[in-house]
């Protein structure tokens, strides 16, 4: 994958009934995003923009992640801004109430409302989740293998 294609994962439930989706930059653009594949059962959603100048976040691979694993979350809670907390990898194959997927990485990164569909990355720096949800102080994200099979699907 490169940086060419414009492609980003997000959470599903975010976009699942949007007739307009713009996809918010760090440099402060707005651009109209158009959605190439959904998965209701993983909550994530793969879309597209056309832009200059984007940044490939590689992917992790499969199994790789281990519980006690510093982490990273990236989101924008509370539509304050982009933000970046660090955490622990908690628990590796969780499920969470309203998410058919019961392979969730639970982290203890501290994540607000706003921050579905940021990233989760490792101390590499690599995409290791979409984070879908928080319950009860913990951050739940669908792992790599989920964004995985929404490429291959979008294909």
Known sequence: MDALTGLIVTADHLVANATVVKALLQDGRALNAVLLARSERDDVALLRIAADNLRVLALEKPGALEVGEPVLAIG????????????????LHRSCPGIANSDLIQSDVLVGQGSSGGALVNIKGKLIGVIVARIGGFAFAAPVDAITRLFVSAQ
């Open 76 to 91: 924008d809670p509370q539509d304050w801004g982009q933000s970046v907390t660090f955490g622990i990898v908690s628990a």
